[in-house]
């Protein structure tokens, strides 16, 4: 079993930035390769993909209402992923969960899901 455990959400203004992270604990050896996805949910909405990157870091994918303003990259000798958010906007606001993707950058399992991290955006 892996554990994910997001952390660095806050209130913040509009445009200002945040740096999200997300640990990786347990039998993490299980999942090394695979790449790390960082998802959102908003209240009342689904969950939505919002950055991806492989395991070597070399190739970052996202959705396009972050691109130019969010980055994803990790640090595999430490088990953990990060998102920089900058220029965030009021519709950023949700709780954000990491997990393991497959190459469609959809979660690997449902039962990776950790405890999430909001982020408030104020006008």
């Known amino acids: 079993q892996v554990q994910l455990i997001e952390s660095g959400g806050g209130l913040v203004q509009a445009g200002g930035s945040l740096r999200l992270s997300c640990a990786a604990s347990?039998?993490?050896?299980?999942?090394?390769?695979?790449?790390m996805g960082w998802f959102r949910q908003a209240p009342g909405k689904a969950r939505d993909f919002v950055a991806a990157?492989?395991?070597?870091?070399?190739?970052?994918y996202y959705a396009d209402s972050v691109k130019g303003r969010f980055t994803i990259s990790r640090e595999n000798a430490k088990n953990t992923v990060y998102l920089q958010m900058n220029s965030l906007e009021p519709e950023d606001t949700a709780v954000y969960y990491c997990?393991?993707?497959?190459?469609?950058?959809?979660?690997?399992?449902?039962?990776?899901w950790g405890q999430g991290t909001q982020v408030t955006v104020s006008s």
């Open positions: 997990n393991f993707v497959n190459v469609g950058n959809k979660p690997l399992s449902d039962n990776n």
């Open positions: 347990g039998r993490t050896s299980s999942y090394y390769y695979y790449r």
């Open positions: 990157i492989t395991w070597t870091g070399g190739t970052t």
